[in-house]
């Protein structure tokens, strides 16, 4: 069964300062791996997501993210962060078997606060 | 284009009722699924419904079941509520099934006293 681990439960970043998420993932073949953000009482929005091709990605609001097989990692970075972006992250891997769709497996999201 | 739409968006409920919630996915948009967000145990899948057939279920009892319907809304339904039913249930849609991207609607609350 696949797994996925966001090692950090919160992170605080000044504002304007670089960020840098971590996700690792554990799946048996090539997964397909998302970032969502969600604001408090929201629903998620879709950040980015790598489905094959480049393995550096970009997405909205200028983030960006990095998959690394030989590390089983799915980062997700941004050069300079805004207030805005104060949320709950989360990465999810999607896993297909013959009958369709297993439905996405989450992290258990990492806590983003932005000090002024 | 609307986005994916949920109603309620806040449910209380006592043990043992029953509850229905509905979802609208995004327009042409045939597969929905269904999450579970608690603090706790964070966001698991439920299930997956396209063209009317649910193709996946995730490890939950049979207290949670669902159906979608021909023009793809799906209802969710929880009988003999629980506290531990306490949640935001989330609805994706995605236009060929979960390998497509999924876009979530705003959930709905649930409190169960």
């Known amino acids: 069964a696949q797994s996925v681990t966001q090692p950090d439960i919160h992170i605080t970043v000044s504002e304007g300062a670089s960020l840098e998420l971590r996700c690792n993932y554990s799946?048996?073949?090539?997964?397909?791996l998302f970032w969502y953000v969600q604001s408090p009482g929201q629903g998620l929005q879709l950040l980015l997501k790598y489905f094959s091709g480049d393995t550096l990605v970009q997405g909205i609001k200028g983030f960006e993210a990095e998959f690394k097989r030989s590390q089983s990692s799915f980062n997700l970075r941004k050069p300079s962060v805004h207030w805005s972006d104060a949320a709950e992250y989360f990465c999810a891997v999607g896993a297909y078997s013959g009958g369709g769709a297993d439905g996405l497996t989450f992290g258990k999201g990492t806590h983003l606060i932005i000090q002024p | 284009k609307a986005g994916v739409t949920q109603t309620p968006r806040y449910l209380i409920k006592t043990r043992g009722q029953q509850v229905t919630l509905s979802c609208s996915p995004i327009?042409?948009?045939?597969?929905v699924s269904w999450y579970q967000q608690t603090p706790g145990q964070g966001l698991q899948f439920l299930f997956e419904?396209?063209?009317?057939?649910?193709?996946n279920k995730g490890n939950f009892p049979g207290r949670f079941s669902g159906r979608q319907f021909s023009n793809s809304r799906s209802e969710m339904n929880v009988s003999t509520l629980e506290l531990g039913d306490s949640a935001l249930y989330l609805c994706?849609?995605?236009?060929?099934?979960?390998?497509?991207?999924?876009?979530f609607g705003p959930g709905t609350r649930l409190l169960v006293l």
């Open positions: 994706a849609s995605s236009s060929r099934g979960s390998e497509e991207t999924q876009y």
């Open positions: 419904y396209f063209s009317e057939t649910q193709r």
């Open positions: 327009s042409g948009h045939r597969s």
């Open positions: 799946y048996g073949a090539t997964p397909y």
